[in-house]
């Protein structure tokens, strides 16, 4: 699941437009999660959404984030919902269009834990970061949780059974908040 719902306001606008060497971190972030053998893949928007919309492959993988002004929860609510109408996926591992240094070797090795009951978080030399895998188990109970621009952060920082996926010798973690960081890798 992407998250791409953000109004950008520190950043001047929906990163999710933004772009990066020609391309946009929308369609950036999408494309590293089929790389990395992600499916189904829903891309969740708010600003802009019609805009954003129309950059997928597929507008249908667009999940509307009601409420998507108060925050990264509702976004992520919103994208597990998408995801618990879908059969299959034991998993969702939550990628935000803000990180577009992230590629697909971080996403795959995070993913490669994939189940029911799974909680894991890439790690960067040892500081937690992004992607998030949860698993089926817990959609509910995080999508019930999530508040604000908090998403699932207070929920995870509860679980004794969190796992750390070590990334930082394929990656930084690094993310976008201004335009100007968009200068360099």
């Known amino acids: 699941m992407l998250l791409a719902a953000g109004a950008g306001r520190r950043f001047g606008g929906p990163k999710a437009l933004a772009e990066l060497d020609g391309e946009p971190l929308v369609r950036r972030a999408l494309r590293t999660l089929v790389e990395a053998g992600c499916e ?5 928007v708010g600003a802009a959404a019609g805009e954003v919309r129309a950059l997928l492959p597929d507008p249908a993988l667009a999940v509307y984030a009601k409420g998507w002004e108060g925050g990264m929860g509702a976004s992520l609510r919103a994208g597990l919902t998408a995801l618990g109408d879908v059969d299959g996926p034991e998993a969702a591992l939550v990628h935000l269009v803000d990180l577009p240094w992230v590629g697909a070797d971080v996403i795959a090795r995070v993913a490669a834990g994939a189940s029911e009951n799974v909680v894991a978080r890439a790690a960067y030399d040892g500081v937690p970061g992004h992607p998030v895998l949860l698993g ?3 959609w509910a109970e995080i999508a019930g949780s999530a508040r604000g621009d908090r998403g699932a952060r ?15 010798d394929l990656g930084s973690g690094r993310d976008v908040d201004h335009r100007a960081d968009l200068g360099g890798s």
């Open 136 to 138: 089926r188990r817990w």
């Open 40 to 44: 189904p893949v829903r891309v969740v």
């Open 154 to 168: 207070d929920w995870l920082a509860t679980r004794a059974d969190l796992r750390l996926v070590e990334c930082g």
